[in-house]
């Protein structure tokens, strides 16, 4: 069974920055192969996608995020990032990672609060 494991949450004040990490255990191939995507769920909110990326590395970002956050993957590590910059008090909410089409057992994702 693949595991999704999300780090690198926390507090920070508007306009800091943050850079979570998904350790993916799953065969190199299958991961290199694999459309990734960062997904975030604020209290009350359904589950969105924020960020994705696929095996060819065309990348999208929901509007709320373009231009503050960047996703990337690394092959060679099965682990996916997200940098997020200039956060915002609505950016706050649990960050979890999965395929694109969210096939793979959820992770317990990483909590991220923005506030002064």
């Known amino acids: 069974q693949v595991q999704l494991v999300e780090s690198g949450g926390g507090s920070v004040q508007p306009g800091g920055s943050l850079r979570l990490s998904c350790a993916v255990s799953v065969s190199g191939i299958i991961f290199r192969l694999a459309a990734m995507g960062w997904y975030r769920q604020a209290p009350g909110k359904q589950r969105e996608l924020v960020a994705g990326i696929t095996s060819g590395g065309t990348i999208n970002y929901a509007d709320s995020v373009k231009g503050r956050f960047t996703i990337s993957k690394d092959n060679a590590k099965s682990t996916v990032y997200l940098q997020m910059n200039s956060l915002k008090p609505e950016d706050t909410a649990v960050y979890y990672c999965?395929?694109?089409?969210?096939?793979?057992?959820w992770g317990q994702g990483t909590q991220v609060t923005v506030s002064s």
């Open positions: 999965n395929t694109n089409d969210a096939r793979w057992t």
